[in-house]
């Protein structure tokens, strides 16, 4: 999984850049309806990412030999283009019929208009079993679904923090604000770490958000009222927020992290230039390839309102203008079996949706080496997994 810098389409896209590559993935007599007859088109931001890739490229491959009615044609974006050719697109209406959507764009392109409403009912994986992050909703309708999600988390080494006499935080006592200040404390004053906490401050886009408001939550802030959606006056600039953003500035301030960090935060803090890393699970396995037993994987702070992280990855969804509907509803039935779930999980080391594909995959069960993972995430252990908490 590459760093999650994911961004969100913007008001003003350069609609010039994006209308060429538009153009380039719909030559050939490619319709503008994202279908010519029985073949649809499908679009994913996976080019360059080509073990996540390999799995679409499965499913559509299985899909095409399963039946003689449709056939799904891929066209991959690199991530960075995606998401403004999407709008691109909508906006010249030449959408494909199927076409991956990052978590958090998933109700704004259905207020938008972009994608319709979905029917997967009789599909072997039951929506309802999913893990409610991977399920994308907007107005009461399901819109779109994905087959994993990921969640945040400390990364640190134990050697380290038993070193200067640092707890090693669990899910039923998470560090507190107190005690994660003078952890940072008494790291900076070793001098072995110029910054000892690695937070992604070079990130760009999404992250931003993605990363920072689950700690603005629980300082008890927020971005929005979430009472009706349409102000942040009286919550993002409450008392709460504005505490949490003094601390904020104070991690700099102090030289406990950097205002902006290095191109490859996760490179660095498995270098030894940082020692605790507020980071995702994508970075989970390559950390645990590198460090071994001596990883720790820590769940958030609770900063006073208890821990909390974000969540909503890439999901599956069918556009507005897709001229066969149908077709497009019976590739999106057809992904969902748990072998793809768990084949999915597995190629991009993420949380699996549904405890069916957890349940394949000994490192997310009660006791794995992730399993904090799945619980900061929505819990663990029969019962639980499909209950999504705050952390």
Known sequence: MLFRTRRLAAASVAVTAATALVAGCTSGGASTSGASGDTLTLWTHNAGNSVELDVVKKIIKDFNGSQDTYKVKLQAFPQSDYNNSVVAAASAKKLPCLLDVDGPNVANWAWGGYLDPIDVTGSEVPVLSQLESTVGRYDDKLYA?????????????????EEHGIRVATMDKPWTKAEFDSAL???????????PLEMGTGGTG??????YSPQ??????????????KSASGTLDSEAAVD???????LVAKDYMA????ADPNKDFLAGKSAIQWDGS????????????DLAIIPPVDFGEGPKIGGASWQWAMSSTCSN????QEWLKFSRQTKYFTEYAKATSTIPATEAAAEQIADYQPGGKFDVLVRCHGGSGPGSFMRPRSG
């Not at 994508?282 to 037993?293: I, M, P, T």
């Open 145 to 161: 679904f994905g087959f994993y999600d990921v969640s945040l988390a400390f990364f640190a080494r134990k050697s380290v923090l």
């Open 185 to 195: 404390a008494k790291l900076k004053k070793s001098g072995k770490f110029e910054y």
């Open 206 to 211: 999404e992250w931003w958000s993605y990363g």
């Open 216 to 229: 603005l939550q629980s300082f008890g802030g927020d971005l929005v009222d979430r009472g009706d959606y």
């Open 244 to 250: 949490w953003a003094t601390w904020f500035q104070s």
């Open 259 to 262: 205002k902006k960090s290095g």
């Open 282 to 293: 994508w970075n989970a396995a390559k950390n645990a390839e590198k460090l071994g037993d």
């Open 325 to 328: 509907k149908a077709g497009a």
